[in-house]
């Protein structure tokens, strides 16, 4: 197994703190606010998806122009991303329909794998996993749409929270050089 090898100078250990801080704000204002945050996520997937269908309508002008189904695609992609952008609302619900499949999905493996682990040490988190993924979602589904709204933007406020704490706790524990 090959592990990873950081350099733990100077310059790497202010980056990691400061993107630790700045993630870990983000994702307490998505914990604070979540239907703000989801709302802010299902722009941003409009806008991706508004871009992208401009950049496959030039590819198309400039290689199809003539095939009326090369221009199917960058409509879809603008239609798609114009409905997002004005009802973001719909947007996190169909999101929210994604984590709820996801979690569905993942606590199913999770708990099926740790019961083809057991009695091996650590089968019981795998199944705490699970069952908290089954959970996670379970909510979703017995609320969705109208759950989805908050429900997402918590989650994802929660990940990016987490995910500052690590970098915060690396950028700590690094050497200071």
């Not at 019961?115 to 017995?142: C, D, Y």
Request: charged share 5%; with cysteine.
């Amino acid at each position: 197994m090959t592990h990873i090898q950081v350099t733990m100078d100077k310059p790497f250990r202010k980056a990691t703190i400061i993107a630790g801080i700045v993630l870990m704000i983000i994702g307490a204002l998505g914990i604070i606010l979540p239907q703000v945050m989801s709302i802010t996520i299902s722009l941003l997937a409009a806008w991706l998806l508004i871009l992208a269908g401009a950049v496959v309508a030039y590819q198309t002008w400039m290689s199809y122009s003539g095939h009326w189904l090369a221009w199917l695609k960058p409509f879809v992609l603008i239609a798609l991303g114009l409905l997002i952008a004005f009802y973001p609302a719909a947007g996190a619900a169909a999101l929210g329909l994604m984590l709820m499949i996801y979690f569905l999905l993942d606590g199913f493996a999770g708990v099926s794998l740790a019961l083809e682990m057991r009695p091996q040490k650590g089968w019981g988190w795998m199944l705490f996993n699970g069952l908290l993924s089954l959970t996670l979602g379970a909510v979703f589904l017995i609320g969705w749409p109208f759950n989805a709204l908050w429900l997402v933007g918590l989650c994802v406020g929660i990940s990016l929270f987490f995910d500052g704490v690590a970098l915060l706790a690396l950028g700590l524990a690094a050497n200071k050089g």
